[in-house]
């Protein structure tokens, strides 16, 4: 125990410096100190002070998910994993980090997709992150198989492709739908793409073998120059666990 204690505090010295110190202070006299004493409730503060600690850590060690994962946080901060991964929600709704951008963050964790059982897996060890791309998938008319781990994202081919055209930027869409749909042509699918129904219903909807073949051949159609670097980063990683 007595090691564990010393860890946390060594932690908490490298994150906060005294003018980091001081910043976090004045976040904390704002909540009480401006005519509002003991206003704020007792789960607000922990979000506060929670927000404070994490947002130090994202600021050194964004790129690497382990520092700041469910687990790594409950070892610093003695609190179960489940808690972490609530607080974790409640700081990003509550005080969002500026600099979160779930489709880089997507792309990082993207290189440790595996197939299995006709399903792309992705581990996904933020539940923010997680979230976001749950959210991706279903307003573009696609869905995620629920597991009992939170952390586990398991979505069929046909619906990741429905994901990329989210992440995509809104300039660049229309050049690959227009690829997608010539691709299909080719393959006697002639569907009207994108108007009323997902990719992957559609898909579903023509009789088409979703086949691993078929995907790889589609996921092209997001290789081309306007997809962006973190669309082509993804497809790369996603074509080599299909192949």
């Given at each position: ?11 908490y ?69 489940s ?34 059982n006709g399903?792309i ?23 995620v ?26 300039k ?49 159609a997001?290789?081309i ?7 082509t ?11």
């Amino acid at each position: 125990m007595e090691n564990t204690l010393e860890k946390a505090k060594e932690k908490y010295e490298e994150l906060f410096s005294i003018e980091e110190k001081a910043k976090a202070f004045d976040k904390i006299a704002a909540a009480y100190y401006f005519c509002n004493f003991g206003e704020m409730q007792k789960v607000d503060f922990e979000t506060l002070l929670f927000s404070i600690y994490l947002e130090r850590i994202l600021e050194k060690d964004e790129n690497d998910m382990r520092v700041y994962s469910d687990y790594a946080l409950s070892k610093c901060l003695g609190i179960t994993q489940s808690k972490i991964s609530n607080l974790k929600v409640r700081k990003q709704l509550k005080y969002p980090y500026q600099y979160f951008d779930w489709r880089k963050s997507f792309e990082r964790i993207s290189s440790n997709a595996r197939y299995e059982n006709g399903k792309i897996k992705i581990n996904i060890p933020d539940r923010n992150l997680y979230l976001e791309i749950k959210n991706a998938v279903e307003a573009s008319g696609g869905y995620v198989e629920t597991q009992l781990s939170q952390s586990l994202l398991q979505i069929r081919p046909e619906y990741f492709l429905d994901l990329l055209m989210e992440i995509v930027e809104d300039k660049d869409r229309n050049a690959i739908k227009k690829d997608l749909k010539k691709k299909m042509k080719e393959k006697n699918l002639d569907m009207d793409f994108f108007e009323s129904k997902s990719i992957g219903d559609q898909l579903k909807d023509a009789g088409a073998d979703i086949s691993q073949s078929l995907i790889l051949d589609l996921l092209e159609a997001f290789l081309i120059p306007a997809g962006g670097n973190i669309v082509t980063a993804i497809v790369k990683n996603i074509r080599r666990i299909l192949k």
